[in-house]
């Protein structure tokens, strides 16, 4: 996807200069101005970007606006920019202004890092308070850059943005208040499972103890879908490599994997995704162990499972790199190593 790639390089560009940029005019310029840019529309063409727009409120004259996106003559969206290591909580009350003088149904407030996309869904011409999409460019999914693009030029329609702009805004709204939920449970969302499974009186006492309970049944629903997931690719995985050794008139390798290692190897990933991302941790199987490593790196070994024996073993490395061998009777037992294996990815800390 071009957009992706554009606010991507976008994204490295910043980083490599921010530690220079120490001005709001430093920020329009090398970071904002070309976000404008990768949209499509011609910074140096008025009719289409015009910087320092004037939008006078009542009997205060002069207020400007930092650009305005022109489409057919009418301004199409409104930005505001600050500099890049400001907060942009305190700034939004300017914008709301400038909003309903311009006319304009959109509006962004950016430092160049974040960006807030708002709209008048609540009230017309009247900005809301909540932006309907919102972004930091050095964290970018590709669902947010789908919708970045339909602020494109060529892709530009207000009636179908304001219409997906409804269904996002609410929707992360309700994503927030089910992590919430989720996380830290009311004593509403407890009672409203709670009195689907038990028949007896909810007292406070009963509540405090399906509370820990509906918190562990989310956490534990939500490992489960983790794992199903990655259950599936793997084995479309196996499948596909197969296929291409048949293909290859390779002979199948003697290493099998077992379902015992491939759930090991889960719960270490669960273990380390609070340091680093688990797309780096990889694993690989020998005849010996089944070992786990950080960027697919045999330089990077984060530990090796012994689970075929009669003893099942679990292998930590030292700041040396050194194997040091402990029994374990179950694979729940390796959630206790916990501390050894985060501080085993710190060694490899970039």
């Known amino acids: 996807m071009e957009i992706l790639n554009n606010l991507r390089k976008l994204s490295s560009k910043i980083e490599e200069l921010k530690s220079q940029i120490t001005t709001e005019e430093a920020t329009k310029t090398a970071f904002v101005m070309p976000f404008i840019q990768l949209l499509g529309y011609d910074i140096f063409n008025p009719t289409e970007v015009v910087p320092e727009f004037t939008a006078d409120l009542g009997i205060k004259k002069g207020e400007k606006v930092d650009f305005a996106v022109f489409e057919n003559g009418f301004p199409i969206l409104i930005i505001e920019c600050k500099k ?10 300017q914008l709301h202004r400038y909003f309903h003088v311009t006319k304009t149904r959109f509006a962004l407030l950016t430092n160049g890092i974040e960006y807030r996309f708002y ?3 609540e009230k017309n011409n009247i900005m809301d308070d909540k932006p ?3 972004f930091t460019i050095n964290n970018l999914k590709e669902s947010t850059a789908n919708e970045v693009a339909k602020f494109h030029k060529s892709n530009f329609d207000v009636n179908k943005i304001l219409s997906n702009a409804s269904a996002l805004k609410y929707t992360k709204e309700l994503k927030k208040l089910i992590y919430n939920e989720l996380s830290n ?7 409203l499972f709670a009195n689907r499974v038990y028949k007896g009186r909810l007292t406070e006492k009963v509540v405090e103890q399906f509370t820990d309970m509906v918190t562990k049944a989310a956490n534990q629903m939500i490992s489960d879908k983790v794992s199903d997931r990655l259950t599936s690719a793997l084995s479309k995985e196996t499948e596909q490599q197969l296929s291409e050794d048949e293909l290859n008139n390779e002979e199948p390798s003697k290493i099998i994997t077992t379902e015992e290692e491939m759930e090991a190897y889960r719960i270490v990933k669960a273990i380390l995704r609070r340091k680093v991302s688990i797309s780096r941790i990889h694993h690989r199987d020998t005849q010996s ?15 090796r499972l012994h689970l075929d024996g009669s003893k099942k073993q679990i292998s930590l490395f030292d700041r040396d790199k050194i194997a040091v061998k402990k029994e374990i009777e179950s694979l729940d037992d390796i959630y206790s190593f916990e501390n050894e294996l985060l501080a085993t990815i710190e060694l490899y800390h970039d």
């Open 119 to 121: 709209a008048d869904l």
């Open 132 to 134: 309907f999409l919102e």
């Open 185 to 191: 449970p009311t004593v509403e969302f407890v009672k």
């Open 289 to 303: 162990y089944f070992g786990i490593l950080l960027d697919d790196n045999n330089r990077k070994p984060i530990c």
């Open 84 to 93: 890049w290591m400001e907060d942009l909580n305190v700034h939004n009350s």
